[in-house]
């Protein structure tokens, strides 16, 4: 069992900031796990933002298109806590956030967030809303 708690959003002006925090607990988590946030706006399906996952000395992170430059995830596995840097927040990235737990995907090389189905554990969700 794996348990994912969100927390940090809000409602922020069109330009600002905030940051998200998942907190990872549970007999079955362990920070092998690749993570990642996922958001889901009003209407939608759940689409990756970003995800990271660290083997062996080697931190790996992907990006969704829409958010690179503006977004940073990042984790501290002492405290099993992952989060999410959102910088110059557009309306467009209002959405459910969503905290995610998987086995990690690579392409290429390189991680790929995923989808859905590539994660098995999820959190509740965290709101934001970014006004213009």
């Known amino acids: 069992q794996v348990d994912l708690v969100e927390s940090g959003g809000g409602s922020v002006q069109a330009g600002g900031s905030l940051r998200l925090s998942c907190v990872a607990s549970?007999?079955?988590?362990?920070?092998?796990?690749?993570l990642a946030w996922f958001q889901r706006a009003p209407g939608k399906g759940r689409k990756g933002v970003a995800a990271?996952?660290?083997?062996?000395?080697?931190?790996?992170?992907a990006y969704a298109e829409a958010v690179k430059g503006r977004f940073t995830i990042s984790k501290d596995n002492a405290k099993n806590t992952l989060y999410l840097e959102m910088n110059s927040l557009k309306p467009e990235d209002s959405a459910m956030y969503y905290c995610?737990?998987?086995?990690?995907?690579?392409?290429?090389?390189?991680?790929?967030?995923?989808?859905?189905?590539?994660?098995?554990?999820w959190g509740q969700g965290t709101q934001v809303t970014v006004s213009s």
């Open positions: 995610a737990a998987g086995a990690g995907v690579y392409k290429d090389g390189g991680l790929d967030i995923g989808s859905e189905r590539d994660y098995a554990y």
């Open positions: 549970g007999y079955g988590y362990n920070s092998a796990y690749t």
């Open positions: 990271i996952d660290t083997q062996g000395s080697t931190t790996y992170t």
